[in-house]
């Protein structure tokens, strides 16, 4: 049963998240933003428009979530008061304090994602490393688990492009993960992941260790202003398709899209290459190619942003994009975190997608040092 002491820690940390998001000054934006839409030409200007109720929705989901809290706080203390008169169990006092603290917690989290980006969606990447069979089951395991996290957590995902591993596996995959601050969160696992166990492709069963890379680039939209040169553009088509028979497309859908950038920081040249088979129509998933662009042209300009804020920081920020970032030691029963020291025995619930301590443990740590 909870005591006293921590229905007192609910009170102050919900009476704290009014003070920190300022619910009451949200609600007087809320309501002159709204005002803004009844001109009588509003939606004339559909991207202005855009812009606009998105505004006024991020506000909202803020005011929102808070209510949540201060209801099931309320519910809370009300049992706690009721239990003495015997009209509540114990277990159902235990169950409303988890419930409050889960919101609480909820929200305190999403109050560390200040960016901009934040608040965006997510194009994730997992490549295989060197190891052939081994390295790509690890991949595709990854990517059933963010898969996992991502329909728990209720955020829409779309394959954009696969590549089936040779015998078993993927090489690698491109997911558009669509949702509020779905960004915020998964830029935490950009890195390197280490697999450490008794591999079934290894016929003397030894021990082995696989890498794969995650790549998390903000998933922009048409509000986001992203300057893309047409000169620079090229594209080629091919089919796509599965294994044969009917899954194979007959007329060629998927798109290669190739960019010859140049960084305006440094002057180094590259070429970005998307493929795109997403779906069977070609002009979609040109569209997406051209989404999946703006993404990653968006991205490197956010990384110069952040390796510049790394140099006023003088080194502090310990963050390093590519870097091995965590290990998954099955035979241990042992997944660690080397960014936070965060570690959990439940390998089975990581791979099912429970993140949310490693993603928590991250942001803690990283989330200031980022403004």
């Given at each position: ?28 934006q ?27 929705k991020?506000l ?26 015997g ?12 419930d ?107 021990r ?8 998390v680039?903000p ?22 398709g599965?294994?044969?028979g ?6 060629e ?50 990384r110069?942003?952040?390796e ?19 290990s ?6 042992r ?18 997608g ?14 200031e040092?980022?403004?």
């Amino acid at each position: 049963m909870i005591t006293h002491e921590q229905l007192k820690e609910a009170r102050e940390r919900q009476q704290a998240l009014n003070r920190y998001l300022d619910i009451d000054s949200k609600i007087i934006q809320v309501e002159e933003e709204e005002l803004r839409t009844h001109v009588p030409d509003f939606w004339e200007h559909p991207k202005e428009a855009q812009i606009q109720m998105k505004k006024i929705k991020d506000l909202q989901g803020w005011i929102t979530g808070y209510r949540d809290v201060e209801k099931a706080v309320e519910e809370l203390s009300l049992a706690f008061d009721f239990l003495k008169e015997g009209l509540v169990e114990e277990a159902e006092l235990d169950a409303l304090y988890a419930d409050a603290m889960a919101k609480i917690e909820d929200l305190e989290l999403r109050n560390m994602l200040r960016r901009e980006e934040d608040k965006m969606g997510v194009v994730l990447k997992i490549n295989s490393g060197a190891g052939g069979t081994e390295s790509q089951d690890w991949a595709s395991m990854l990517m059933r688990m963010y898969l996992r996290w991502c329909e728990q957590h209720g955020y829409k995902t779309s394959m954009a492009n696969l590549l089936e591993g040779d015998e078993a596996g993927i090489k690698s995959c491109t997911i558009n993960v669509e949702g509020d601050f779905a960004y915020g969160y998964l830029k935490s696992e950009n890195g390197v992941h280490r697999l450490v166990r008794v591999s079934p492709y290894n016929a003397q069963g030894k021990r082995m260790t696989s890498f794969a890379s995650v790549f998390v680039t903000p998933l922009v939209d048409d509000t986001i202003e992203v300057k893309v040169d047409p000169a620079l553009l090229s594209w080629d088509t091919f089919r796509s398709g599965g294994a044969g028979g009917q899954n194979v497309n007959k007329v060629e859908s998927g798109v290669r899209l190739r960019y010859q950038f140049t960084d305006p920081y440094t002057g180094e040249k590259e070429e970005i290459l998307i493929e795109n088979t997403e779906t069977r129509d070609q002009p979609k998933n040109k569209e997406n190619a051209m989404r999946q662009l703006r993404s990653i042209l968006y991205d490197k300009e956010l990384r110069h942003r952040m390796e510049e804020q790394a140099k006023i920081e003088a080194g502090k920020m310990k963050i390093e994009w590519g870097s091995q970032i965590r290990s998954y030691v099955f035979d241990d029963r042992r997944v660690k975190d080397h960014r936070t020291g965060y570690q959990t025995s439940d390998v089975q619930g990581v791979m099912d997608g429970d993140l949310d301590g490693f993603i928590k443990a991250f942001l803690m740590e990283f989330s200031e040092k980022q403004e």
